[in-house]
T-cell receptor
Framework: GDSVTQMEGPVTLSEEAFLTINCTYT??????LFWYVQYPGEGLQLLLK?????DKGSNKGFEATYRKETTSFHLEKGSVQVSDSAVYFC????????????FGKGNQVVVIP | GAVVSQHPSRVICKSGTSVKIECRSL??????MFWYRQFPKQSLMLMAT?????????EQGVEKDKFLINHASLTLSTLTVTSAHPEDSSFYIC??????????????FGPGTRLTVL
């Protein structure tokens, strides 16, 4: 079935550092890909998305490019802020059935001033 | 933008009691709503898919008699945790998919409900 794999472990970095969170997926057909962010004690917010190969999703300085050849959707931000500290989830939705989302395990990002 | 609310945001109950959680789409109609459970520092686990006017579809391993789902209208789905036990303590999150006019692959999430069973 469809699945999403995120890099292991939390990510701790200093303010203004470059952030990369790796995400790879396994799916049939052409899924849509998403990054969600969860701030402490809150639900998920859609950060960005891409619906077809080579699409680049971007929002709030974050970017991710839908790479079909490597089945990846890595999240990047050039200069993080303390306010970016949160848990980031990569997810995919197949283009069939009821569009269920499959989530990765999430990565805790901690930005230190 | 599409907004989904949940009520209550936090609930504490005694073991053996039942708790109802509401999920509402505030500015759009949702044929389909999803219920997730999230354990501390873990990902979301899909519990069930709720379709307006029909029975919910439960994921493998989720007890349908334990977690009752009702989707009576295009803007409201409820999850009732029956005879709650401490192991049911968790963060429950719902999401809704817009019926028409929206992008079919996009789900909008509620803020979650923290359930603590004593």
């Amino acid at each position: 079935g469809d699945s999403v794999t995120q890099m292991e472990g939390p990510v701790t970095l200093s303010e203004e550092a470059f952030l990369t969170i790796n995400c790879t997926y396994t799916a049939t057909g052409y899924p849509s890909l998403f990054w969600y962010v969860q701030y402490p004690g809150e639900g998920l917010q859609l950060l960005l998305k891409a619906t077809k190969a080579d699409d680049k999703g971007s929002n709030k300085g974050f970017e991710a490019t839908y790479r079909k050849e490597t089945t990846s959707f890595h999240l990047e931000k050039g200069s993080v802020q303390v306010s970016d500290s949160a848990v980031y989830f990569c997810a995919l939705s197949g283009n069939y059935g009821n569009n269920r989302l499959a989530f990765g395990k999430g990565n805790q990002v901690v930005v230190i001033p | 933008g599409a907004v989904v609310s949940q009520h209550p945001s936090r609930v504490i109950c005694k073991s053996g009691t039942s708790v109802k959680i509401e999920c509402r789409s505030l500015d759009f109609q949702a044929t389909t709503m999803f219920w997730y459970r999230q354990f501390p520092k873990q990902s979301l686990m899909l519990m069930a898919t709720s379709n307006e006017g029909s029975k919910a579809t439960y994921e493998q391993g989720v007890e349908k008699d334990k977690f009752l789902i009702n989707h009576a209208s295009l803007t409201l789905s409820t999850l009732t945790v029956t005879s709650a036990h401490p192991e049911d303590s968790s963060f429950y999150i719902c999401s809704a998919r817009e019926t028409s006019g929206g992008k079919p692959n996009e789900q909008f999430f509620g803020p979650g409900t923290r359930l603590t069973v004593l």
